[in-house]
């Protein structure tokens, strides 16, 4: 089993940042590290249907954004601390939205069309992120 808990969500005003972690554990952590899956960052705004963020893959590091965040968002790992990060720059009110991290535990690339999320097997709890003056 893996164990996500998500953090560092917030309030901010537009042109904000702010930066959500994603801690890693459980016992199937404890053989693995973050090299061997594929973390995402996914949202869902009220009203809406969750969409993917960004993501990380464990085997190689590539990373992918989703359009409306690419240039404003970058999607990093600590593999000590077994933590995945999400900066989160230049934050407009469209961004508001509750934010899960999400693992799987295969290369899960997006090509710009889908982002696989029934690949993914352990959730968080998600983080609210609102932005607003």
């Known amino acids: 089993q893996v164990q996500l808990v998500e953090s560092g969500g917030g309030l901010v005003q537009p042109g904000g940042s702010l930066r959500l972690s994603c801690a890693a554990s459980?016992?199937?952590?404890?053989?693995?590290?973050?090299?061997?899956?594929?973390i995402a960052w996914f949202r869902q705004a009220p009203g809406k249907e969750r969409e993917g963020v960004s993501c990380?893959?464990?085997?190689?590091?590539?990373?992918y954004y989703a359009d409306s965040v690419k240039g404003r968002f970058t999607i990093s790992r600590d593999n000590a601390k077994k933590t995945v990060y999400l900066q989160m720059n230049s934050l407009n009110p469209e961004d508001t939205a509750v934010y899960y991290c999400?693992?799987?535990?295969?290369?899960?690339?997006?090509?710009?069309?889908?982002?696989?999320?029934?690949?993914?097997?352990?959730w968080g709890q998600g983080t609210q992120v609102t932005v607003s003056s």
């Open positions: 999400a693992a799987a535990d295969i290369p899960v690339r997006y090509y710009g069309t889908s982002w696989y999320e029934s690949l993914y097997d352990y």
């Open positions: 459980g016992f199937t952590m404890d053989d693995h590290t973050l090299n061997d899956f594929t």
């Open positions: 990380i893959i464990g085997s190689d590091g590539s990373t």
